[in-house]
């Protein structure tokens, strides 16, 4: 792996950097506070058509690969828009562009893909359940054939931006589990378009990634077009796995970009801050768990950008992904941690953000995928443990 960038990838890193720094520290700790989406950060994305970035040149798009996706959603983190700024750009790139232009259908491409390109279309998936969880194949909701469409009930929990979401990339049952002989079959992904379809949504009240929102998506009858299934009907798993390795490298790009904001944070102020005659930076007790955090960091972004170069390149990124997911959580939510220590009373202030990022980095260590979970799969299939369920 040659860690040389392109001229290309250094202007994507310099202009994302530009442009999210037009937007303070005080925009997102107002958006937090009021629980609001940021639209002009939004807005001020399209217009310079990094919400397209992964999407076709002839829909309107750049036509890049993962590893520029990563960057843009790693330099937005780290320029200070934090876990909302990023997310909302992995959830585009993601759940929209990624989703359709690999398995949805020519119908699909030729009706989201140019919205995307031109920042009109946001985009949520719609997976966990209230008594599955993060558990896919014991979901309950399920959509039923009938002439030329689906009937879809059930509901989802934990399902950002479904307030406010276009589409919602849907992981529904089209075939009950007692008819299937493996339980990863009978699953199938569908493109919901909200406007179309109908569906409810309740906020649920939640202290991370604010501006945001979690939400409770009920499908009552919901009628959803055939032509809206994403790859194949019963096959979804398959599909969704390889949507689920795409996520693992936006998580691991947004929480190593904020873990690095928030090291700089701390370290600025470890240098000014003078206590007893001296700066607190000065003293090991500051010093070193700073330097310790940085390192942490550093070696999230290399497992970070080598499994963003193996899912540009057509390698399996499964595994090395997971662990970048894994790492970067658990850097960024030391480096935090050891942001409010160097702060000390400061640190619970709302007017130095360090609570906040507080707040919003410990979310990574749950979902989308529970810390237990890759261990799991790095116990089993990287070691050759037994199952642990």
Known sequence: MDFTETEEQR???????????????????????????????????????????LVPEEYGGAGLTMYEAHIAMYEAARNGAGLPGGDLLMRTYIFGSYAINEFGSNELKEKWLPRIA???????IG?????AGVNTFDIETFAEHRAGEYIINGQKMWITLAHRADGILLVART????????RSEGLTLFMVDTHESKMKTARIPTVAMRPLGENMVYFEDTRVPEENVIGEVDKGWQYLARVFNAERVGTASVA??????????????????????????????????????????????LLLQKAAWLFATGQDPSIVGNMAAYIAAEAAFRAVDQAIQTYGGLGFSIETD??????????FKTAPIPREMVLNLIGRRVLGLPRTF
């Open 11 to 53: 202007l994507i890193r310099k202009s994302i950097a530009e442009l999210v720094k037009r937007f303070p520290q005080e925009y997102w700790r107002e958006k937090d506070w009021k629980e609001e989406f940021p639209q002009e950060y939004w807005d001020a994305m399209a217009e310079h058509g990094w919400s397209g970035l």
């Open 118 to 124: 031109e920042g009109k279309a946001i985009f949520s």
């Open 127 to 131: 997976h966990t359940e209230p008594i």
């Open 175 to 182: 075939k009950h589990k007692e008819e299937v002989k493996r």
């Open 256 to 301: 190593t970009g904020a873990g690095e904001f928030v090291v700089d944070l701390a370290t600025d102020y470890a240098k000014n801050r003078v206590v007893f005659g001296k700066p607190i930076g000065s003293n090991q007790a500051i010093n070193f768990p700073l330097a310790e955090t940085k390192i942490y960091l550093e070696a999230a972004k």
């Open 354 to 363: 360090i609570e906040r990022y507080y707040r919003d980095l410990r979310l």
